[in-house]
């Protein structure tokens, strides 16, 4: 690891501790600092200075009415005199925070003492409530109407919303004061409270939204729902949030969570937000190089990871070969990334899954935003139907990127086309209490031409049905029908005697049923059942003219159906202990039409040694795989602030891509599992410890991992899946071993925000197929290709006010691993290359460093639109990072080349709009 990235590490951790806990307690007095202007700009001088902050609703106050100060005056006083003409009152807590209201009798209620919480029903507008520390006014929801006479625990479920656009608060978390109790949110909003009659308060907040008390008097079982307002009114806006204490108190490990917030803060590559490429910057997370599709979690290859949006498996997660998303993270709400501990309503894949989420469309009016950048622009359109009954967001993404081309001096490039595309629309709507409908449709296309060497055409299609319903307030129900497709058409012409082209498409149809109930408090149980039909089309190889010497060549198609039976229960012990365990059945039936050949037991396979040939029809089932998937998790949380934990998984993957490439390529290809290639098991065992610091504001983890998988597909030495019609004899199936540790350090609070991570990870696989006696790298293990023991990733937010943020990241990990010739030997006078054992060697590490302004526009509360400029610089030092090497013989001598993708400062600016004021 650079020295120099050592030393920036140690001099900004003690900066981003520090910020955490100052706090000004003295009364605040008008002084030479304050300048006389607009009342709006008063009151940004004032939460600048930091705590006391101003809290206030933007319609009450008149922002910009001018006004006159006098040096020496208290800054309360001066705002009792000008703001009284307005019938708005002020009040302060113990803290010396400055609350604006136009409530009297709000202001006259209120006690400051600090463990008081004061109720009412006086305010009219619930969803302007405001907190104060320790106390609270709001207006109290009466639940269940005829009280039940008894102290018996009644069942209240809960629906919390976004006030801004009345979207659901996914994974919030809810803290009955009285009780300590805590629940959270699901991903419709909803939660569960099994408590006593009585009058209690509810502590709710989540990633985006403000802190809020509310009132309940509960007489018998019943429903409510609630908002929770944007975070609009403290100037020094937190960017990156996360619940408070949920890593601490869920029985879950290697889980990550990340809102649009922070995905719009960092810097990327041509201003272009890629919700993957912040992924990468978490612990475990990795990818083979700079412009490359797929990524890498903990040491497993780049198909083991499942990606789902909302419900639609995703193929191909790139636009334009991996530099760019194919997902607009603007219509992103948040995403969730499973390491370990994967829910057990999830099967076929053993490293982790990605869970996205989508925006729904406002249900109170219309909204439109959009944003260009120097290689694309974007719309995004939402609002109401059917009389605020449904919902709908439409997203659009092109781009016109050729201009870069143009400006390369290479004529190969110069000659290049490159274009993409993506699609997203989400209707949504609550039938009824009980029901909810949401309908997502997704499409994208990319078209890429390297002058006249090669054409890449490639698509992903995608629909899902949402059905919610609540059968009561302990039992659920979601049903979903997903179908997604990827698709490419590809010629080459890179020899003229060996050009072709191919088509190819996969398709995947998936139903799931999935029940939850909630019987108590302590206990949540989840099951269900999902299954998916896959149909593969490798197409046929055809010359691509009367040049070309390539012989036609067809490929049978591959089917197959997996199904998955599961059940889980999380289960709260006691206020220490609480454990979550859950069992699935996998069944993966081989279905044909197929040919099928077999080959002597122990033996390799190859054409020569085919013994049978057996013939399948259409739908006939050629074999069945069937085994057990177990999930287990247990947390031990002896302080509120501290818990340890420990987790076991087993997966089972009946698929995997095919290629001949270090990165995922637009022309690799899914295989399924058949009669002669077996599906991959894996276990992983991991431990953590959890802590937050400061009542939140510092979060702590570490977490340790051991993961083995077995029947890993790995091509032989000199073999190609692309031209081999026969895939069992290019491929070997062997172990792979995969170890590490992750640290993280994450400030969540303050004017600075941002985390940073540390991962040593070791990935090793041994090419040594028991079944066949086939062997690679004569049966020694070497490295994966994605092995990278170190890596470091620090993210920094530093936000002075509203309208300005800055943000940068570091980045450093180990180079890849690589096979180098080592020496020359001749035959009969023919030169030939030897090369060292497989992944001997490795690329040089890895460095970069960027940064980015982010600039609102004014804060006006009534205007057309808003605007925000985003300024960014990616890799900031220039740093020629390489992404390969490769070797020439020139002259007869062996030359070594390193490839950079991007070798230089890479400087953006993007521009984003929508209707409204800043706060729409």
Same mark, same amino acid.
């Given at each position: 690891?650079?020295?120099?990235?050592?030393?920036?590490?140690?001099?900004?951790?003690?900066?981003?501790?520090?910020?955490?806990?100052?706090?000004?307690?003295?009364?605040?007095?008008?002084?030479?600092?304050?300048?006389?202007?607009?009342?709006?700009?008063?009151?940004?001088?004032?939460?600048?200075?930091?705590?006391?902050?101003?809290?206030?609703?933007?319609?009450?106050?008149?922002?910009?009415?001018?006004?006159?100060?006098?040096?020496?005056?208290?800054?309360?006083?001066?705002?009792?005199?000008?703001?009284?003409?307005?019938?708005?009152?002020?009040?302060?807590?113990?803290?010396?925070?400055?609350?604006?209201?136009?409530?009297?009798?709000?202001?006259?209620?209120?006690?400051?003492?600090?463990?008081?919480?004061?109720?009412?029903?006086?305010?009219?507008?619930?969803?302007?409530?405001?907190?104060?520390?320790?106390?609270?006014?709001?207006?109290?929801?009466?639940?269940?109407?005829?009280?039940?006479?008894?102290?018996?625990?009644?069942?209240?479920?809960?629906?919390?919303?976004?006030?801004?656009?009345?979207?659901?608060?996914?994974?919030?978390?809810?803290?009955?004061?009285?009780?300590?109790?805590?629940?959270?949110?699901?991903?419709?909003?909803?939660?569960?409270?099994?408590?006593?009659?009585?009058?209690?308060?509810?502590?709710?907040?989540?990633?985006?939204?403000?802190?809020?008390?509310?009132?309940?008097?509960?007489?018998?079982?019943?429903?409510?729902?609630?908002?929770?307002?944007?975070?609009?009114?403290?100037?020094?806006?937190?960017?990156?949030?996360?619940?408070?204490?949920?890593?601490?108190?869920?029985?879950?490990?290697?889980?990550?969570?990340?809102?649009?917030?922070?995905?719009?803060?960092?810097?990327?590559?041509?201003?272009?937000?890629?919700?993957?490429?912040?992924?990468?910057?978490?612990?475990?997370?990795?990818?083979?190089?700079?412009?490359?599709?797929?990524?890498?979690?903990?040491?497993?290859?780049?198909?083991?990871?499942?990606?789902?949006?909302?419900?639609?498996?995703?193929?191909?997660?790139?636009?334009?070969?991996?530099?760019?998303?194919?997902?607009?993270?603007?219509?992103?709400?948040?995403?969730?990334?499973?390491?370990?501990?994967?829910?057990?309503?999830?099967?076929?894949?053993?490293?982790?899954?990605?869970?996205?989420?989508?925006?729904?469309?406002?249900?109170?009016?219309?909204?439109?935003?959009?944003?260009?950048?120097?290689?694309?622009?974007?719309?995004?359109?939402?609002?109401?139907?059917?009389?605020?009954?449904?919902?709908?967001?439409?997203?659009?993404?092109?781009?016109?990127?050729?201009?870069?081309?143009?400006?390369?001096?290479?004529?190969?490039?110069?000659?290049?086309?490159?274009?993409?595309?993506?699609?997203?629309?989400?209707?949504?709507?609550?039938?009824?209490?009980?029901?909810?409908?949401?309908?997502?449709?997704?499409?994208?296309?990319?078209?890429?031409?390297?002058?006249?060497?090669?054409?890449?055409?490639?698509?992903?299609?995608?629909?899902?049905?949402?059905?919610?319903?609540?059968?009561?307030?302990?039992?659920?129900?979601?049903?979903?029908?997903?179908?997604?497709?990827?698709?490419?058409?590809?010629?080459?012409?890179?020899?003229?005697?060996?050009?072709?082209?191919?088509?190819?498409?996969?398709?995947?149809?998936?139903?799931?049923?999935?029940?939850?109930?909630?019987?108590?408090?302590?206990?949540?149980?989840?099951?269900?059942?999902?299954?998916?039909?896959?149909?593969?089309?490798?197409?046929?190889?055809?010359?691509?003219?009367?040049?070309?010497?390539?012989?036609?060549?067809?490929?049978?198609?591959?089917?197959?159906?997996?199904?998955?039976?599961?059940?889980?229960?999380?289960?709260?012990?006691?206020?220490?202990?609480?454990?979550?365990?859950?069992?699935?059945?996998?069944?993966?039936?081989?279905?044909?039409?197929?040919?099928?050949?077999?080959?002597?037991?122990?033996?390799?396979?190859?054409?020569?040694?085919?013994?049978?040939?057996?013939?399948?029809?259409?739908?006939?089932?050629?074999?069945?795989?069937?085994?057990?998937?177990?999930?287990?998790?247990?947390?031990?949380?002896?302080?509120?602030?501290?818990?340890?934990?420990?987790?076991?998984?087993?997966?089972?993957?009946?698929?995997?891509?095919?290629?001949?490439?270090?990165?995922?390529?637009?022309?690799?290809?899914?295989?399924?599992?058949?009669?002669?290639?077996?599906?991959?098991?894996?276990?992983?065992?991991?431990?953590?410890?959890?802590?937050?610091?400061?009542?939140?504001?510092?979060?702590?983890?570490?977490?340790?991992?051991?993961?083995?998988?077995?029947?890993?597909?790995?091509?032989?030495?000199?073999?190609?899946?692309?031209?081999?019609?026969?895939?069992?004899?290019?491929?070997?199936?062997?172990?792979?071993?995969?170890?590490?540790?992750?640290?993280?350090?994450?400030?969540?609070?303050?004017?600075?925000?941002?985390?940073?991570?540390?991962?040593?990870?070791?990935?090793?696989?041994?090419?040594?197929?028991?079944?066949?006696?086939? =062997?690679?790298? #004569? %049966?020694? $293990?070497? *490295? +994966?290709?994605?092995?990278?023991?170190?890596?470091? !990733?620090?993210?920094?937010?530093?936000?002075?006010?509203?309208?300005?943020?800055?943000?940068?990241?570091?980045?450093?990990?180990?180079?890849?691993?690589?096979?180098?010739?080592?020496?020359?030997?001749?035959?009969?006078?023919?030169?030939?290359?030897?090369?060292?054992?497989?992944?001997?060697?490795?690329?040089?590490?890895?460095?970069?460093?960027?940064?980015?302004?982010?600039?609102?526009?004014?804060?006006?509360?009534?205007?057309?639109?808003?605007?925000?400029?985003?300024?960014?610089?990616?890799?900031?030092?220039?740093?020629?990072?390489?992404?390969?090497?490769?070797?020439?013989?020139?002259?007869?001598?062996?030359?070594?080349?390193? =490839?950079?993708? #991007? %070798?230089? $400062?890479? *400087? +953006?600016?993007?521009?984003?709009?929508?209707?409204? !004021?800043?706060?729409?």
């Amino acid at each position: 690891m650079p020295k120099k990235l050592i030393k920036y590490i140690l001099i900004l951790l003690p900066v981003l501790i520090l910020k955490t806990g100052w706090a000004q307690e003295t009364e605040l007095i008008i002084d030479s600092t304050y300048v006389s202007g607009d009342l709006g700009s008063f009151l940004s001088e004032i939460n600048k200075k930091g705590i006391p902050g101003v809290f206030y609703n933007q319609t009450l106050v008149p922002e910009d009415e001018s006004i006159n100060l006098f040096y020496g005056e208290s800054v309360i006083s001066f705002l009792e005199k000008n703001l009284e003409p307005y019938g708005l009152f002020i009040i302060t807590d113990h803290q010396g925070n400055i609350y604006i209201t136009n409530d009297e009798n709000l202001r006259s209620a209120l006690s400051f003492n600090s463990s008081t919480t004061i109720e009412t029903t006086s305010i009219q507008t619930p969803s302007r409530d405001i907190e104060i520390k320790g106390s609270y006014a709001a207006s109290i929801f009466t639940i269940g109407g005829k009280p039940t006479g008894t102290k018996k625990a009644v069942r209240v479920t809960g629906k919390a919303l976004k006030e801004e656009d009345m979207q659901p608060v996914i994974g919030g978390m809810v803290t009955v004061e009285e009780t300590g109790e805590v629940v959270t949110t699901d991903r419709d909003g909803y939660f569960v409270l099994n408590i006593p009659p009585g009058k209690y308060t509810l502590l709710a907040n989540s990633m985006e939204c403000e802190p809020r008390r509310v009132g309940i008097d509960v007489r018998n079982s019943g429903e409510f729902s609630f908002t929770l307002p944007p975070r609009m009114v403290l100037l020094d806006e937190v960017v990156i949030r996360s619940d408070l204490y949920q890593k601490v108190r869920s029985t879950k490990m290697g889980i990550e969570k990340l809102s649009v917030k922070t995905v719009k803060e960092i810097p990327v590559v041509l201003g272009e937000k890629d919700i993957v490429k912040v992924a990468m910057l978490l612990p475990g997370v990795q990818s083979a190089g700079e412009g490359t599709s797929g990524f890498n979690v903990r040491g497993s290859p780049a198909d083991q990871n499942l990606f789902y949006l909302n419900n639609i498996p995703i193929y191909n997660t790139s636009h334009l070969f991996g530099f760019f998303s194919a997902l607009n993270s603007e219509a992103v709400s948040e995403f969730s990334l499973y390491k370990s501990n994967i829910p057990a309503r999830y099967g076929g894949r053993l490293a982790s899954v990605f869970d996205v989420t989508t925006l729904q469309g406002r249900h109170d009016k219309f909204k439109l935003s959009g944003g260009i950048s120097p290689v694309s622009g974007m719309v995004i359109a939402e609002g109401p139907v059917f009389k605020s009954k449904a919902s709908y967001l439409i997203s659009a993404r092109s781009t016109y990127s050729d201009w870069l081309l143009n400006m390369i001096r290479d004529p190969q490039l110069k000659m290049s086309d490159a274009a993409f595309s993506d699609f997203m629309v989400n209707i949504s709507t609550p039938i009824n209490p009980n029901n909810d409908i949401q309908v997502v449709g997704y499409y994208s296309r990319d078209n890429a031409k390297l002058s006249s060497i090669s054409d890449h055409n490639y698509t992903n299609n995608g629909f899902s049905l949402h059905w919610l319903h609540r059968f009561n307030g302990i039992h659920k129900m979601d049903f979903s029908y997903a179908m997604a497709g990827y698709n490419f058409h590809n010629k080459n012409r890179e020899l003229d005697i060996a050009a072709y082209e191919q088509d190819y498409s996969f398709n995947h149809n998936e139903i799931r049923l999935n029940f939850t109930i909630t019987p108590t408090d302590q206990h949540k149980i989840t099951y269900g059942i999902n299954s998916v039909l896959y149909n593969v089309m490798k197409g046929d190889i055809i010359p691509l003219d009367e040049g070309s010497l390539v012989q036609s060549r067809s490929f049978e198609p591959e089917k197959g159906v997996e199904t998955g039976i599961y059940v889980s229960e999380e289960w709260e012990i006691n206020k220490h202990f609480a454990m979550e365990a859950g069992f699935r059945y996998n069944i993966f039936n081989v279905l044909g039409p197929s040919t099928v050949y077999e080959y002597p037991e122990g033996s390799p396979r190859e054409l020569s040694s085919i013994t049978d040939t057996l013939f399948y029809g259409n739908n006939k089932i050629i074999k069945t795989y069937h085994a057990p998937d177990f999930r287990f998790g247990i947390k031990y949380q002896p302080t509120t602030n501290l818990s340890f934990k420990a987790g076991y998984n087993r997966l089972h993957q009946y698929l995997f891509l095919m290629s001949n490439t270090i990165a995922i390529a637009p022309t690799d290809m899914w295989k399924l599992c058949d009669y002669n290639i077996r599906p991959m098991k894996g276990d992983q065992y991991s431990v953590g410890v959890y802590a937050n610091l400061w009542q939140g504001a510092l979060e702590l983890s570490a977490e340790a991992y051991y993961k083995k998988a077995f029947n890993i597909a790995e091509f032989k030495d000199g073999a190609s899946f692309y031209m081999n019609n026969v895939p069992e004899t290019g491929v070997l199936q062997g172990i792979l071993n995969s170890k590490g540790l992750e640290f993280m350090i994450k400030k969540t609070t303050g004017q600075w925000t941002g985390w940073v991570n540390y991962t040593y990870s070791k990935s090793v696989i041994t090419g040594i197929d028991d079944f066949t006696g086939d =062997l690679i790298n #004569f %049966g020694n $293990p070497f *490295p +994966s290709n994605y092995d990278k023991p170190h890596a470091v !990733n620090m993210v920094l937010n530093f936000k002075p006010n509203r309208r300005v943020s800055l943000s940068g990241n570091i980045t450093y990990s180990t180079g890849r691993p690589i096979t180098y010739p080592t020496s020359i030997y001749y035959v009969n006078g023919q030169q030939y290359l030897n090369y060292s054992g497989r992944n001997e060697y490795r690329l040089p590490d890895y460095f970069r460093a960027d940064l980015s302004i982010k600039i609102e526009g004014n804060l006006l509360s009534k205007k057309l639109a808003h605007g925000t400029f985003i300024v960014s610089v990616y890799n900031l030092t220039g740093r020629k990072n390489a992404y390969s090497v490769y070797f020439k013989t020139v002259e007869g001598v062996v030359k070594g080349y390193k =490839l950079s993708v #991007f %070798g230089s $400062p890479i *400087p +953006s600016i993007t521009y984003n709009f929508k209707l409204g !004021n800043y706060a729409n």
